[in-house]
């Protein structure tokens, strides 16, 4: 069963896939956390820098497999990705699965940790 996607998770995956900058950092508080690769980027500029390399420029492209929300974190909405993109995915697993763990606060995203699903 899918749970539905509050607005700024919806707006995270609408602007990666019809690419939109602006509005993709839009939907992040300006003390969000997102931490990608065991990296964390603190902040909007932070963030920005991060989607501009990591999903802007390898023309990321997400599909929705699973929605869940996280039963012991009532903030926690985890989206299970297969995405595509233009980057290099010698050794990499067909589909490529990520999972996405948004915490969302008063319509803004505070905090996003992804997840590789290899």
Same mark, same amino acid.
């Given at each position: 069963?899918?749970?539905?996607?509050?607005?700024?998770?919806?707006?995270?995956?609408?602007?990666?896939?019809?690419?939109?900058?602006?509005?993709?950092?839009?939907?992040?508080?300006?003390?969000?956390?997102?931490?990608?690769?065991?990296?964390?980027?603190?902040?909007?500029?932070?963030?920005?820098?991060?989607?501009?390399?990591?999903?802007?420029?390898?023309?990321?492209?997400?599909?929705? !497999?699973? %929605?869940?929300?996280? +039963? =012991?974190? @009532?903030?926690? !909405?985890? %989206?299970?990705?297969? +995405? =595509?993109? @233009?980057?290099?995915?010698?050794?990499?697993?067909?589909?490529?699965?990520?999972?996405?763990?948004?915490?969302?606060?008063?319509?803004?995203?505070?905090?996003?940790?992804?997840?590789?699903?290899?």
């Amino acid at each position: 069963m899918l749970t539905k996607l509050s607005q700024p998770v919806a707006t995270y995956f609408d602007t990666t896939n019809h690419p939109d900058k602006v509005a993709f950092v839009s939907n992040f508080s300006d003390h969000a956390v997102l931490v990608d690769d065991k990296r964390a980027y603190k902040g909007i500029a932070e963030i920005q820098e991060w989607s501009n390399v990591n999903v802007f420029a390898a023309e990321l492209k997400y599909e929705i !497999t699973k %929605v869940v929300q996280n +039963i =012991e974190r @009532s903030d926690e !909405t985890i %989206v299970t990705a297969k +995405i =595509e993109g @233009s980057f290099d995915k010698t050794g990499l697993p067909d589909p490529l699965l990520f999972d996405h763990h948004f915490t969302v606060e008063k319509g803004e995203i505070v905090r996003l940790n992804i997840r590789f699903l290899g």
